[in-house]
């Protein structure tokens, strides 16, 4: 199974409560539009596992997808341009990864 992870940093002036309504609103049922996404699931960092610092990201986003190319081609869709923009205007640092699952 390959999936995706996005490390997302808010912008400063974006407030968690707004963020988490347009994931629920927005960006969840965009995510369920793409073709090659099987499922969709944005989770809020509280904290790092040891120690107090606050940790360097806000939110993970973790993408199952069916294929890497399919989830590219997709994510060019001029369609989705004004849904990118809006993310774009709320997260101010994504760090993307992707990888396989073991099985």
């Given at each position: 199974?390959r999936?995706?992870?996005f490390?997302?940093?808010?912008h400063?002036?974006?407030?968690?409560q707004d963020y988490?309504?347009?994931?629920r609103?927005?960006?969840?049922?965009?995510?369920?539009?793409?073709?090659?996404?099987?499922?969709y699931?944005?989770?809020k960092?509280e904290?790092?596992?040891?120690?107090?610092?606050?940790?360097?990201?806000d939110?993970?986003?973790r993408?199952e997808?069916?294929?890497?190319?399919?989830?590219?081609r997709?994510?060019?869709?001029p369609?989705?341009?004004?849904?990118?923009?809006?993310?774009?205007?709320r997260v101010?640092?994504s760090?993307?990864?992707?990888?396989?699952?073991?099985e």
């Amino acid at each position: 199974m390959r999936v995706v992870f996005f490390l997302n940093k808010l912008h400063e002036t974006v407030k968690a409560q707004d963020y988490e309504r347009w994931v629920r609103e927005v960006d969840y049922p965009t995510a369920k539009s793409i073709p090659s996404i099987l499922d969709y699931k944005v989770a809020k960092i509280e904290g790092l596992l040891e120690g107090d610092d606050r940790p360097p990201y806000d939110y993970v986003e973790r993408v199952e997808i069916t294929d890497l190319e399919s989830y590219r081609r997709d994510l060019a869709d001029p369609a989705l341009d004004e849904f990118k923009q809006a993310w774009m205007a709320r997260v101010a640092d994504s760090i993307p990864l992707h990888g396989t699952v073991l099985e």
